[in-house]
């Protein structure tokens, strides 16, 4: 049977609510009732008191089409699983559909109710600043959509003659974010009331009024100990405490720690739980960034005071904060300073650490305040080591130690007592002193003048300990001029020879003239340092011993490389190993001078003299060696090429 069609046909306004289109409807057609317009739409009367309404059936007696209704729809044909509002999607517990609520002010300017009059929490109207309207003034009973009009009560009464009190400022802000957010509508810039305009226009409306539930049943709990969801108690709960933000919502943190004082510290599991819960691990609250602004004013309450609580690290890695807290455990302190817990706790004994008390419960906390300490935080980048700095630098590790020692190395990314050499002070390091070198047109080097790198001078003249360390701050002051450089690291520069010996006669006077330390001497004879002992005792060279080490004079080192060669310097030369070589000394009687190996072995040198004897190793090797006849073709030609090499 084909329902009949309305005589008036008024179209739905697009910020319209549903539940108004059908009261509106209702009037225009002349009924008592909207109940009359569903019994003609063929509608049972489960239909009708809820969010389910089949606006198909409407449509067939209204007059337009099924598209222009499912916009203000709450389901639509193809979605009747979730629940909308003019788009958004919402859960049905947030509508309020049997007992409405309106501003008499709005339905008169406009003539029709818009959709945010749909919202359960809609108590007020921000436009007007007045409480919207639940009773009817003259029967004082509730307002029902089954009544005569938009401003006519069931019982005849104008409901447009009701005293509306007003509300207050903040109530009304918040009030109107919801309604922009719902109509669409850019929302404007924040009023006096101080309510977090900003972040709260990022949110959708969904979280946006989940956001309002969790803190008006968490106030209201605070405040009243309620645990009923009353609407208007809620809203002006919530919007008090988001007005002059954040202290409010401070305030509302310190009242809970008050009523929860046996309670943890920590804002996961202690007071704070169930907020923190609902707030932060809650998948509705979604997308989770734009709730970033309340982890920021939960780690601010916390800063603070160390009383209030303690923030999981998984927060702060989200926000990208990782020294948030100015009051510390003693376990973050350790790790920090890389320092071990009972010295820390040595520290604390000795009260060489400020540090405070404060009660976790039934146990005590003690928590460090780092503000007073001056922590240098580990800054993003390697962390050398000692080795892989100093190679990088182009020194010694036992110079590097005594410049970071003495602070002309400054360690400004890396804590003192962390060990290691963070990369950007290094590089830091090796611009400071490579600063000092010329430009390239300004360079007073000449072609002609003898030069010496800051490597090879901590070599050759044999400075060690302070002395390395007084070169060192001459390059850095400027005091020995760098006139360019070889390389890319700080042992590359360059220095006149002539202003080198200068500066060494003038600053180690008692210098051991020209002789090296036994490890550098070893270095220069290509032999071990175990070896020097055995050296000096057949009188091959001469020994020093000063108060520090034992040293070689130059003279005598340049003697003994006058009187022997290292075998292992011939024996690349010939094509071979040093071992195969010193076989071949032997079997051919060729003196050799055997000293000691470290660990076990010996080292051969030779006299110039039998060089001549040696090199003729490479003759004898090939007129010994044989070939089989089926490696070559011919093999005649193979020891000619043999006799050309031998030749050559």
């Not at 639940?134 to 009560?153: A, I, V």
């Amino acid at each position: 049977m084909t329902a009949p069609q309305l005589v008036r046909h008024p179209a739905p306004k697009p910020t319209g609510s549903l539940f108004g289109y059908i009261l509106n409807l209702s009037e225009k057609n002349g009924f008592d009732t909207p109940w009359q317009l569903f019994i003609r739409a063929q509608m049972k009367q489960s239909e009708t008191r809820t969010a389910g309404i089949r606006v198909e059936k409407l449509a067939r007696v209204s007059g337009r089409t099924l598209k222009e209704l499912e916009r203000i729809a709450y389901f639509t044909s193809d979605s009747y699983h979730r629940c909308r509002l003019l788009g958004h999607e919402l859960v049905p517990e947030y509508l309020r559909l049997t007992k409405p609520m309106v501003c008499i002010y709005c339905a008169a300017e406009k003539g029709f109710i818009e959709a945010h009059w749909d919202l359960e929490l809609m108590i007020g109207c921000p436009e007007h600043g007045c409480v919207a309207l639940s009773n009817c003034p003259e029967c004082h009973k509730p307002l029902s959509w089954f009544r005569r009009g938009l401003l006519e009560c069931a019982c005849g009464a104008k409901l447009s003659e009701a005293n509306c009190p007003t509300i207050s400022a903040c109530e009304a802000d918040l009030l109107d974010i919801i309604r922009r957010k719902v109509l669409g509508l850019e929302i404007g810039a924040a009023s006096g009331s101080g309510l977090p305009f900003a972040h709260l226009s990022q949110l959708q409306l969904r979280p946006l009024l989940r956001l309002i539930y969790i803190l008006g049943r968490h106030e209201a709990q605070v405040a009243f100990r309620s645990q009923q969801d009353i609407p208007h108690v809620l809203l002006r709960g919530v919007a008090q405490v988001l007005s002059d933000w954040p202290n409010n919502l401070f305030g509302l943190l310190n009242r809970t720690l008050a009523q929860n004082p046996e309670s943890g510290t920590s804002l996961a599991r202690g007071a704070f739980s169930s907020l923190y819960a609902s707030l932060f691990k809650s998948k509705h609250m979604r997308p989770s960034a734009d709730f970033d602004f309340l982890r920021k004013a939960f780690l601010d309450f916390v800063g603070r005071d160390p009383g209030h609580g303690v923030i999981d690290q998984r927060m702060l890695q989200r926000l990208g904060i990782k020294d948030a807290h100015r009051f510390i455990t003693v376990t973050e302190l350790t790790r920090r300073l890389h320092i071990h817990e009972k010295t820390a706790r040595n520290l604390l004994d000795q009260e060489r650490i400020p540090a405070i008390t404060i009660n976790s419960g039934l146990s005590e906390r003690v928590l460090i305040d780092s503000s007073r300490i001056g922590l240098a935080p580990v800054m993003p980048g390697r962390v050398l080591r000692e080795r892989e700095a100093a190679a990088k630098i182009g020194i010694p590790v036992v110079l590097l130690k005594r410049l970071k020692n003495s602070g002309e190395y400054e360690s400004n990314h890396l804590p003192r007592t962390m060990p290691g050499f963070h990369e950007l002070d290094v590089n830091a390091f090796i611009e400071k002193v490579r600063g000092r070198r010329p430009a390239a047109e300004s360079s007073a080097l000449g072609p002609s003048e003898p030069v010496l790198t800051i490597k090879g001078a901590l070599f050759k003249c044999g400075i060690s300990g302070d002395r390395q360390l007084m070169l060192m701050r001459a390059v850095i002051t400027g005091e020995l001029g760098v006139v360019g450089e070889a390389g890319e690291t700080v042992g590359d520069l360059l220095f006149l020879q002539q202003n080198f010996d200068e500066f060494v006669m003038s600053k180690f006077p008692n210098a051991h003239g020209d002789s090296l330390p036994s490890m550098q001497a070893a270095k220069v004879l290509k032999c071990d340092p175990d070896a020097l002992p055995v050296l000096a005792e057949k009188g091959l060279i001469e020994t020093v011993k000063t108060t520090t080490c034992v040293r070689v004079p130059q003279e005598s080192i340049a003697n003994f490389q006058k009187q022997y060669i290292p075998l292992a310097q011939l024996a690349p030369k010939l094509g071979t190993c040093p071992r195969t070589l010193r076989q071949y000394c032997q079997k051919n009687n060729i003196y050799m001078l055997l000293v000691p190996r470290r660990g076990s072995g010996e080292k051969a040198f030779v006299r110039p003299l039998d060089v001549k004897l040696v090199m003729k190793f490479k003759n004898d090797n090939l007129e010994n060696r044989t070939f089989p006849e089926h490696a070559f073709g011919d093999t005649s030609g193979r020891f000619d090429h043999a006799n050309r090499i031998a030749d050559g």
